[in-house]
DNA sequence: AACTTGACGAGGG
DNA sequence: CCCCTCGCCAAGT
């Protein structure tokens, strides 16, 4: 029998198949993305982590290369919670702008604080063991 | 088919 | 706190 690579569904009832090849893959990172408030941002790794086995932070920064104009692309950055597209995105700070646009305000060193602005869905609360709530963008 | 590069992340110095 | 290195997965050459 043509025991293949096996789906990697064993057992797996929210991941029917995490493969690049499935027309799924690139739709679950944009479906998370579209639903990141303004102001706020997710890192890459924080997407995969979310998504499960079959993504990383590599491959989820691969996918946003097909993000389409109407995604909020730029709410996603990275764990040092500063922009990595200076090398594919023009102009280099675009993505920073937009978030400074939106709210979201960054150092000299073009980093924001991740604690203030990182967001996660609900429904993947927990998981990420990112913060069990979230701050008051007032800053107390 | 192999090597290199890339919108990353964590760990060590 | 900043810099360097290793690991991950996929795509382009």
Redesign the pocket.
Known sequence: MANDRDRKVGGAQSQPEP??NSPGYRARVFDIVRRIPPGRVM????L?AILGE?Y???????V??S?DDALP??R?I???GAC??G???LPPDL?QRMLEAEGVQFDA?GRCDLARYRWTPEEYAGETGGDPEQPSLFGG
Do not use: K, L
């Open positions: 493969d690049v890192t890459y790794g924080q995969a079959g990383t932070a590599r491959t989820v920064g691969f946003m290369h993000a692309w730029q996603v990275n764990a040092q990595s597209t090398r594919v995105i993505q060193r």
